[in-house]
């Protein structure tokens, strides 16, 4: 059976295709745009996927959507209803829209892909999902395990916020809701929106600003209490209730009430780009403190419904690694997954999942042994991959001096001796990465030791906020040796701490310095890695997903001692992560990256020529 998953028209656009139930390709249509979280139809994502796998259209037997309009828009109607006459000029802008398209989904659907293929399209077989199933179905189906307890937790759907569901071989059962407009993940993107990040894309900022929080101070409970006094209820199954006298998103073209946050938390909104302050770091741990309670209670909450020992998650709340860690401390579950494409791009898969095994019967193989970094989803390097000779037709149209190599393993100990010299390098090998982690195929690399690596990389090559940490990849067969876990995380979607005997003592008043005497204080021998409270987010390197990338941090341990590295996606700020050669070439140019190396060619920045644009690239992507 083939089936082509899409998600569209809300943000992070993505298409994915199985072939007998297994992945054959997956990609956002955001790496082919460049358009960071295009939520416009994926239709170069479609395509990919269709010639990377040699299908037809005509040759699918299903394409499904990862949600149901019709719900949505009944979810849309209701509550314009309930809280009129709040929210009309939100309604007025709406509603056309709706009428004139989405409602016509089905249609849209056909008329697209007729632009892609000519192929009769009124033949097609368009199915639509739930949202939260076609999460649960993106968490179970690839997952390690035959059975397992899903949790799914979002900003909102069709109507769910939040599930609960149970997976059993080749079936999933939704067991339990949570239902707009209450909702842990608007809850997160209020405060998201609030400290002066960008609704849908800054949550991951909240998350790393959180820790310059002043644990040791009152200022932290004062917020906790304020927020569970006035603006949320956090009941002992998980799920919360909202005051909608203090948000705006349910009618209105905003997240929050502002003045009445200013009013609560004695300061205003704080604007993109303005400098942090302590309190609003303070801010940020209390609702970072708050959603991990949430999860872990979520957590529980599966547990007691399943009975199960095994826990799959999605959804964009998903992707907050230190929740998930906090909810694998717990010892609610022995073994904990989470799909790595968790927010709105992997409903495509999930959605395509769902349709091969609950709507064309697809029979799951059973597993003899659970492995934690073996799954279904190959590393997630399901997207395009490039030859040598695109690779030199890059090179050739740019004039752009290079050494190729014959042999990889004369690449992978060219790169590690440029690592251990503090070089930062631009790594473009195989198939691009599912989801929005780099995870060595798309990757910036650096080391790990350099105490000034953390401040180059943000200032001078992602151009972003020196507070933003970075994660670490370490070979998996010596993470206990650098960090408090054995436990395989090949995505990026858990944090461990820094083992205690790598660590430096906090100075004195620590919880008293400034943001950016707490970023500058040397924390361990492995600094740009560190994050405030010791933690890092850490990406396990397998040799059975990742070959070279694995080779490479091999050979920087047979130079070093070490074999963990500074892992960050290969993009500028606002810039989607690099897809093609041509990208890659670009971004490399646009900053102070000092070696790029794209399969088996290396480029040396100060052999190229004089790089010069048009328009500045700064123009082409706007801040995130």
């Not at 690839?142 to 149970?166: K, M, N, Q, R, Y």
């Not at 409970?221 to 304020?226: D, L, M, Q, S, V």
Request: contains cysteine.
């Amino acid at each position: 059976m083939n089936v082509l998953g899409i998600s569209a028209y809300y943000h992070d656009s993505a298409a994915a295709l199985l072939v007998d139930g297994a992945i054959a390709a997956a990609a956002h249509e955001e790496r082919f745009t460049r358009k960071k979280h295009d939520s416009s139809f994926p239709s170069k994502a479609v395509e990919f996927c269709l010639n990377y796998s040699g299908l037809t259209l005509s040759q699918l037997d299903a394409i499904i959507f990862y949600d149901k309009p019709i719900l949505k828009f009944e979810r849309l109607l209701e509550t314009y209803y309930a809280y009129a006459p709040r929210g009309f000029k939100s309604f007025l802008s709406a509603i056309p829209v709706w009428i004139k398209e989405k409602l016509f989904l089905r249609k849209l659907i056909r008329d697209e892909l007729a632009k892609i293929e000519d192929c009769g399209t009124d033949s097609l077989n368009i199915l639509f999902s739930e949202h939260h199933l076609s999460h649960a179905a993106s968490a179970f189906f690839p997952s390690p395990f035959d059975e397992a307890a899903i949790l799914t937790i979002d900003g909102v759907g069709e109507w769910a916020t939040s599930t609960v569901g149970h997976g059993k071989g080749s079936g999933i059962t939704m067991l339990k809701e949570m239902r707009f407009p209450h909702s842990l993940g608007l809850l997160y993107s209020a405060f998201t929106y609030f400290l002066g990040f960008k609704v849908n894309s800054g949550e991951y900022k909240l998350m790393g600003l959180a820790p310059y929080g002043r644990h040791g101070l009152p200022e932290v409970k004062k917020y906790k209490e304020i927020i569970y006094d006035n603006i949320i209820e956090l009941k002992g199954d998980g799920s919360v209730w909202l005051n909608q006298d203090y948000f705006r998103y349910a009618t209105d073209l905003t997240m929050v009430d502002d003045g009445k946050w200013q009013r609560l938390f004695g300061f205003p909104r704080r604007l993109p780009e303005a400098e942090l302050q302590p309190h609003h770091c303070d801010l940020a741990l209390a609702i970072q403190e708050i959603t991990e309670e949430a999860v872990v209670r979520m957590g529980k909450t599966a547990q007691a419904l399943t009975g199960s020992k095994n826990l799959v998650m999605a959804g964009g709340v998903a992707l907050n690694c230190v929740a998930n860690s906090k909810l694998a401390l717990a010892g609610v579950f022995d073994n904990i997954w989470v799909q790595p494409a968790a927010g709105d791009a992997g409903g495509a898969l999930g959605a395509a999942y769902a349709a091969h095994y609950m709507y064309g019967e697809g029979k799951r193989h059973t597993r003899a042994a659970v492995n934690m970094a073996v799954d279904e989803m190959q590393g997630t390097y399901l997207g395009p991959e490039f030859s040598s000779l695109d690779i030199a037709k890059t090179a050739r149209r740019y004039r752009a001096p290079y050494t190729h190599y014959d042999d990889f393993d004369a690449v992978a100990e060219m790169t590690a001796e440029l690592l251990s010299q503090g070089k930062v390098i631009g790594w473009f090998q195989g198939r691009m990465e599912w989801g929005p982690r780099s995870l060595g195929n798309r990757s910036i690399i650096g080391d790990a030791r350099d105490t000034e690596m953390q401040k180059r990389l943000n200032l001078k090559i992602k151009y972003r906020e020196s507070f933003r940490p970075f994660a670490p990849s370490v070979l998996f067969e010596d993470m206990p040796e650098y960090f408090t876990t054995s436990t395989p995380s090949p995505y990026m979607l858990f944090v461990a701490d820094v083992q205690k005997s790598r660590t430096n003592p906090r100075p004195d008043n620590y919880d008293r310095l400034s943001l950016k005497e707490k970023l500058y204080h040397v924390r361990s021998d492995l600094p740009a890695i560190t994050h405030l409270d010791y933690s890092a987010r850490i990406q396990s390197v397998h040799k059975e997903t990742n070959p070279r990338y694995h080779k490479l941090i091999s050979k920087f341990k047979e130079k070093t001692g070490y074999c963990v590295i500074v892992n960050t996606s290969f993009n500028v700020r606002g810039e989607p992560i690099v897809c093609t050669p041509e990208d890659a070439y670009r971004c490399f140019m646009r900053t102070e990256m000092d070696y790029l190396v794209m399969g088996n060619f290396i480029f040396d920045k100060t052999s190229q020529r004089p790089w010069q644009e048009k328009k500045d690239w700064k123009e082409e992507f706007g801040l995130d």
